[in-house]
RNA sequence: GCCGGUGUAGCUCAGCGGUAGAGCAGCGGCCUUUUAAGCCGAUGGUCCGGGGUUCGAAUCCCCGCGCCGGCACCA
């Protein structure tokens, strides 16, 4: 029953696993037993040992990650989401046979140990096994330790296999989700409720973007993955939540490079009775807690470039910026474009654009001094987009307008113009308060404070194409 | 979609017209304090896939696929 099915042979060291499993099984070990319990785990042996010296007995349980050593001794490292611990297998401790049995388990074997714990003579805290039980027997060799596994492509794919051999690798994720816990702390804190939102939409709103298609069947209609979360959470305003978030998923069906994923992390905030520059304070200690949550300080070093998150942030209008490249002040879609072509590529450090011009922004409100603008400002580091807040457009009939307007650039070929939304439209009549909201990227947020310079590599399993 | 790079043993890589290589891992033997790496020995390959040129192709040419980078797209 374990003779290796074809497709499992690439090595011959599979084969040799395999063998070793029948063993196994012929001797009445079950190589997959269903369940084992420790009381340590490697970093409380570790400082156990620091501690004491001596502890009389551990039980910890893990992923052996090399064996070394010779002759009736034999030391091997394992690893759990703690970190690392040595074990140390004496022939004349644990008797021949399960010496023996010992010096058959593989690297990459899950395996579970008791016994005291101590350092060895150069020092290393170990548990000095008096006996050990196979927990999983791994039949796939492990890429080596020394170069460890380079290749980006396997490391997508299989990110399992990252993730046990590149620290850096758990580092990242480890560091994404203390961020992501952090800002949930600091919205929750400050009386905001998480929400969830659709993902299936009718009407793909809340921003300008090609979007993926699907088809309900029992419903017999077609529907779209969202591409913002904006306008449901402002209905949530309008029917009185008062300040709402939600953490979610977005899918654009666009191309993807370094800093582009089909799908995408983002948070959006609603806040009723404060405004843009409400938003402004909250964008800025989101950063700054953060920042804090992955441990690099305020100060991230950045491709190249060490980004002072220290609030606050400079706040600069698009307009002034244009014209000090341009010598032209200039409004509508020839500002928008001159700001993207011009002025955003070279904002390196933290900076609040403000004042958009109102064709490119249908859900924000007019200013009142100059209607051609809208309160909104986005939030740019080393030139790309990390947040994006505005006052909330609430006046249905000036809603109602931009919709049209949005209309009118989309026959005009404007393919990513904002579909209307009469729904949206019909819940602005019954009134919603002024209010600030804000979104912020997830994804590049991790990669600014993990110095990841792929969104790929902030994204456990990244879309790629298919394998052959 | 376009341009460039790249794909060789489980991993990391060399080889770039003349018998497919190294280190590590794995396998066999010896070894009771190791920290990538003890010693000896024997192994291990659809050189991404398919065509072609050539006496001979991992190597040159064509087509295709994956990955990476850039551009386009993403207001």
Not at 64 to 89: C, E, H, N, Y
Not at 181 to 195: K, P, T, W
């Given at each position: 029953?374990?003779?290796?099915?074809?497709?499992?042979?690439?090595?011959?060291?599979?084969?040799?696993?395999?063998?070793?499993?029948?063993?196994?099984?012929?001797?009445?070990?079950?190589?997959?037993?269903?369940?084992?319990?420790?009381?340590?785990?490697?970093?409380?042996?570790?400082?156990?040992?620091?501690?004491?010296?001596?502890?009389?007995?551990?039980?910890?349980?893990?992923?052996?990650?090399?064996?070394?050593?010779?002759?009736?001794?034999?030391?091997?490292?394992?690893?759990?989401?703690?970190?690392?611990?040595?074990?140390?297998?004496?022939?004349?401790?644990?008797?021949?046979?399960?010496?023996?049995?010992?010096?058959?388990?593989?690297?990459?074997?899950?395996?579970?140990?008791?016994?005291?714990?101590?350092?060895?003579?150069?020092?290393?805290?170990?548990?000095?096994?008096?006996?050990?039980?196979?927990?999983?027997?791994?039949?796939?060799?492990?890429?080596?330790?020394?170069?460890?596994?380079?290749?980006?492509?396997?490391?997508?794919?299989?990110?399992?296999?990252?993730?046990?051999?590149?620290?850096?690798?758990?580092?990242?994720?480890?560091?994404?989700?203390?961020?992501?816990?952090?800002?949930?702390?600091?919205?929750?804190?400050?009386?905001?409720?998480?929400?969830?939102?659709?993902?299936?939409?009718?009407?793909?709103?809340?921003?300008?973007?090609?979007?993926?298609?699907?088809?309900?069947?029992?419903?017999?209609?077609?529907?779209?993955?969202?591409?913002?979360?904006?306008?449901?959470?402002?209905?949530?305003?309008?029917?009185?939540?008062?300040?709402?978030?939600?953490?979610?998923?977005?899918?654009?069906?666009?191309?993807?490079?370094?800093?582009?994923?089909?799908?995408?992390?983002?948070?959006?905030?609603?806040?009723?009775?404060?405004?843009?520059?409400?938003?402004?304070?909250?964008?800025?200690?989101?950063?700054?807690?953060?920042?804090?949550?992955?441990?690099?300080?305020?100060?991230?070093?950045?491709?190249?470039?060490?980004?002072?998150?220290?609030?606050?942030?400079?706040?600069?209008?698009?307009?002034?910026?244009?014209?000090?490249?341009?010598?032209?002040?200039?409004?509508?879609?020839?500002?928008?474009?001159?700001?993207?072509?011009?002025?955003?590529?070279?904002?390196?450090?933290?900076?609040?654009?403000?004042?958009?011009?109102?064709?490119?922004?249908?859900?924000?409100?007019?200013?009142?001094?100059?209607?051609?603008?809208?309160?909104?400002?986005?939030?740019?580091?080393?030139?790309?987009?990390?947040?994006?807040?505005?006052?909330?457009?609430?006046?249905?009939?000036?809603?109602?307008?931009?919709?049209?307007?949005?209309?009118?650039?989309?026959?005009?070929?404007?393919?990513?113009?904002?579909?209307?939304?009469?729904?949206?439209?019909?819940?602005?009549?019954?009134?919603?308060?002024?209010?600030?909201?804000?979104?912020?990227?997830?994804?590049?947020?991790?990669?600014?404070?993990?110095?990841?310079?792929a969104i790929r590599d902030v994204i456990l399993f990244p879309q790629l194409k298919k394998e052959q």
């Amino acid at each position: 029953m374990d003779s290796p099915p074809d497709h499992f042979d690439a090595s011959g060291e599979m084969r040799d696993r395999l063998e070793k499993l029948s063993a196994l099984r012929q001797a009445g070990v079950e190589p997959y037993p269903p369940r084992f319990s420790r009381d340590h785990t490697a970093a409380q042996v570790r400082s156990r040992v620091e501690a004491e010296g001596q502890v009389e007995r551990v039980t910890v349980a893990g992923r052996l990650l090399a064996k070394r050593g010779s002759g009736g001794m034999t030391f091997a490292p394992l690893q759990d989401r703690s970190g690392q611990i040595q074990l140390v297998a004496q022939r004349d401790v644990v008797g021949e046979a399960a010496y023996a049995g010992f010096a058959d388990l593989d690297r990459g074997d899950i395996v579970g140990a008791s016994g005291p714990a101590r350092k060895t003579r150069r020092g290393e805290p170990s548990v000095w096994l008096d006996s050990f039980r196979l927990l999983a027997k791994s039949l796939r060799p492990l890429p080596e330790k020394w170069h460890g596994l380079k290749d980006v492509e396997t490391r997508y794919r299989q990110r399992y296999v990252d993730l046990i051999v590149n620290a850096e690798s758990r580092e990242v994720f480890l560091k994404r989700s203390r961020i992501i816990s952090a800002v949930r702390r600091l919205l929750d804190a400050d009386g905001y409720i998480e929400v969830e939102t659709p993902t299936l939409q009718e009407i793909p709103g809340g921003g300008h973007a090609r979007p993926f298609s699907t088809h309900h069947n029992a419903l017999q209609h077609d529907l779209y993955l969202r591409i913002a979360l904006e306008l449901p959470l402002k209905r949530l305003i309008v029917g009185g939540l008062e300040r709402v978030y939600e953490i979610g998923r977005n899918f654009r069906n666009e191309g993807i490079d370094r800093t582009h994923s089909p799908e995408f992390t983002t948070l959006e905030c609603y806040h009723a009775f404060t405004d843009l520059s409400g938003m402004l304070d909250l964008t800025e200690r989101i950063f700054t807690a953060a920042a804090e949550a992955a441990g690099t300080e305020l100060e991230p070093e950045y491709e190249g470039e060490r980004i002072d998150l220290r609030p606050p942030f400079q706040r600069r209008s698009m307009v002034d910026l244009v014209a000090e490249q341009t010598g032209r002040r200039l409004t509508g879609l020839e500002l928008a474009g001159a700001y993207e072509e011009l002025v955003e590529p070279g904002i390196v450090q933290p900076t609040f654009v403000t004042d958009y011009p109102v064709e490119t922004s249908p859900l924000a409100r007019r200013r009142e001094d100059d209607p051609r603008f809208v309160e909104r400002s986005e939030l740019i580091i080393g030139g790309r987009e990390y947040a994006n807040a505005f006052t909330e457009l609430t006046d249905p009939i000036d809603q109602r307008q931009r919709f049209e307007d949005q209309l009118a650039q989309k026959s005009a070929g404007f393919e990513e113009a904002h579909p209307f939304d009469e729904d949206f439209v019909r819940a602005l009549e019954y009134g919603m308060p002024p209010s600030g909201g804000l979104g912020v990227g997830i994804d590049r947020l991790v990669m600014l404070l993990t110095g990841q310079a792929a969104i790929r590599d902030v994204i456990l399993f990244p879309q790629l194409k298919k394998e052959q």
